[in-house]
């Protein structure tokens, strides 16, 4: 080997595999710090395109998610009016049942018809406060609710379910109980209306079943997308953990090696002396 003081090759040697060591213990450490092994385009710039994809399909059944959470809301909030609105019903249709009974006195009819009223009032008050962000499928006036499925667009349609008192036809004549003859009239108009209810009921329920299966549907989806990019771009932090001891042993051998070809031009002055 030459002794030159003007070319350390051994120095040059040694520096270069300080400087890759030190290179692959930054990206060791970024791994680590990060939990990703591509948290970037440079780190492999297919792999963060594909992963960067199925992050946009992700965000995307994220809000179709919310969506479907808003729709059941509002679909658990209108059952659960139409169940006490059906409840009501119920105990009207008692009332009128006892107020077609003929020969009763005005006082029982008077009250019976007092007690029908306020029952059918309460019907409007629980319509009126069935609603949820905004929306209402049970009051007279309510619109269809379009619920969105999944990232495409596609969506089903739950139909409105008026059911306040005017709706239930409680506003046409003679629909009291002053005296028996209406009676038989307004129980006639509160079995259909319980059947209009129950009509409701089923028709709210078996889309609210729907809802719940797309919501499931989603959910699994998207966990199995995000264990799909996680495989992609995941550090192994055990292997990362094992990596970076090692490297940390090189970069200070390194350095003991870079210090000792740097003192190799000292051993030319032997040769003068």
């Known amino acids: 080997m030459a002794f030159s003081i003007n070319t350390n090759a051994g120095a040059m040697v040694a520096l270069q595999n300080l400087n890759k060591t030190n290179f692959e213990l930054s990206k060791t450490q970024n791994r680590i710090n990060t939990g990703l092994k591509v948290s970037g385009a440079k780190d492999d710039a297919s792999i963060f395109a594909i992963a960067q994809k199925m992050r946009g399909v992700i965000a995307a059944k994220n809000s179709v998610g919310q969506g ?10 209108s059952i659960a009016a139409a169940e006490s609105i059906s409840d009501t019903l119920v105990q009207m249709k008692e009332l009128a049942v006892r107020a077609s009974e003929p020969g009763q006195d005005t006082a029982t009819y008077n009250a019976l018809n007092a007690d ?19 929306k209402n499928l049970v009051i007279t006036g309510a619109t269809d609710l379009d619920v969105t499925t999944d990232e495409d667009g596609n969506s089903f349609t739950v139909p409105k379910a008026e059911m306040q008192a005017i709706t239930l036809q409680f506003g046409l004549p003679n629909i009291d109980l002053y005296n028996d003859t209406n009676a038989g009239s307004t129980l006639t108009v509160i079995e259909n209306a319980i059947d209009t209810v129950n009509g409701h009921l089923s028709s709210m329920g078996s889309a609210s079943k729907r809802v719940d299966l797309m919501i499931t549907m989603n959910s699994k989806v998207k966990d199995a997308i995000e264990v799909g990019v996680g495989n992609l771009v995941d550090a192994d932090m055990a292997r990362e953990s094992a990596d970076l001891q090692s490297l940390q042993v090189k970069q200070q051998l390194g350095i003991q090696a870079l210090s000792i070809a740097n003192q190799a031009p000292n051993t030319v002055l032997g040769l003068f002396r």
Request: negative net charge; without cysteine.
């Open 68 to 77: 479907l959470e808003r729709a059941k809301s509002i679909l658990d909030v």
């Open 116 to 134: 029908f009223f306020a029952l059918r009032a309460q019907i409007d008050t629980i319509a009126l406060n069935a609603e949820f962000n905004g």
